[in-house]
């Protein structure tokens, strides 16, 4: 059942972080909704500008409702993630996602002000709710690369001003993660006296972090085991999703985990059986495989065993 995010932020705060998650094609959908089925959690799929553009939106939308109709007891919401003023308006008018993000974090306040107002206003009309993200997390998204020393925390008097001139239902804040695989050089962290001073300043307010992926060292180097090489890469110490959760965060970003489940499991298959080639045998591994981490990350945010608990209070 699609919900609003809303709804599901209404549910979590303070309690626990709703795992969203990105995907990109059925075996993820599969392994998504077969995770969260068995872990009993609700949870948000994520599209992102690339992943409408993989096969083709129509597709992925169509794969969410196949997903949708195969595992019925599943609730979620469908939200566009790192939208642009465009495709932000695009997924508005499709009417298939419960929320959008518009993220002009790399533009000037005034101008990220602007451009998500008119989104919010877009969106509200249409009964869609907005994320915005303010301040600048390190890393590579799509199109965006963010040098290190570029990349900076949000500061929670502006993150205060943003949402009351803006009208945003949530706020993607930048408190030391960043995209990809390799997040941390030197202390291995949250920020969390930011997230503290945003929370104080923005009570009840649904925060989102980006860039949440723990990248697993197990996952790592059997990654490196089977001919990869991904030296050095580090995540988010999944032990603080739940701190973070009560101060605020109901919303947690993890893309890079999954991808690295994808390239273990694809890795190892080919190098063990050098002369098969169907993609059909390590395409069921990582639908299973994907499904234990989807199922192991929401026990961690604390989402798992919520199902019973939202469904009643969404009074179906
Ligand atoms: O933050 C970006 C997400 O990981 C989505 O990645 O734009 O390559 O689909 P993508
Ligand atoms: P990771 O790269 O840490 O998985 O972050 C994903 C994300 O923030 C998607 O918006
Ligand atoms: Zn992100």
Redesign the pocket.
């Given at each position: 059942m699609i919900v609003t995010t809303a709804q599901l932020f209404k549910h979590a705060y303070g309690k626990y972080a709703v795992g969203?998650y990105?995907i990109n094609n059925a075996e993820q959908a599969m392994g998504l909704f077969r995770g969260c089925i068995d872990s009993q959690a609700p949870f948000i799929i994520?599209i992102?500008k690339g992943a409408r553009k993989y096969t083709d939106k129509r597709m992925l939308e169509a794969i969410i409702r196949a997903a949708g109709d195969i595992f019925p007891d599943a609730i979620y919401a469908v939200h566009l993630?790192?939208g642009d003023e465009e495709t932000c308006y695009d997924c508005i008018k499709s009417g298939f996602y419960s929320s959008v993000?518009i993220d002009a974090s790399h533009e000037s306040f005034d101008k990220n002000v602007a451009i998500t107002k008119r989104v919010v206003d877009a969106a509200h009309a249409k009964g869609l709710s907005v994320e915005a993200e303010l301040g600048m997390?390190g890393?590579v998204?799509e199109d965006i690369k963010v040098e290190d020393g570029h990349a900076t925390l949000t500061n929670p008097t502006e993150a205060l001003d943003f949402v009351k001139k803006t009208g945003c239902d949530s706020l993607a804040c930048a408190i030391g993660?960043?995209?990809?695989?390799y997040?941390f050089k030197g202390r291995q962290s949250l920020h969390f006296d930011v997230l503290k001073q945003i929370q104080t300043l923005l009570p009840g307010y649904p925060l989102v972090?980006?860039?949440?992926?723990s990248?697993p060292k197990d996952e790592v180097d059997r990654i490196n085991a089977a001919g990869g090489k991904m030296p050095n890469a580090v995540?988010?110490d999944p032990k603080e999703y739940l701190p973070a959760a009560k101060l605020g965060v109901t919303k947690v970003?993890?893309?890079?985990?999954?991808?690295l489940v994808w390239c273990r499991v694809h890795r190892e298959f080919f190098r063990d059986k050098p002369g098969d080639f169907d993609f059909r045998p390590p395409g069921k591994i990582f639908m299973d495989e994907y499904a234990k981490f989807i199922a192991s990350r929401n026990v961690l945010l604390g989402s798992a065993n919520q199902l019973a608990d939202l469904r009643k209070s969404l009074g179906k």
């Open positions: 969203a990105n994520q992102s993630d790192h993000m997390l890393g998204e993660t960043s995209h990809g695989a997040k972090m980006h860039g949440s992926s990248v995540g988010v970003n993890i893309d890079t985990d999954g991808r």
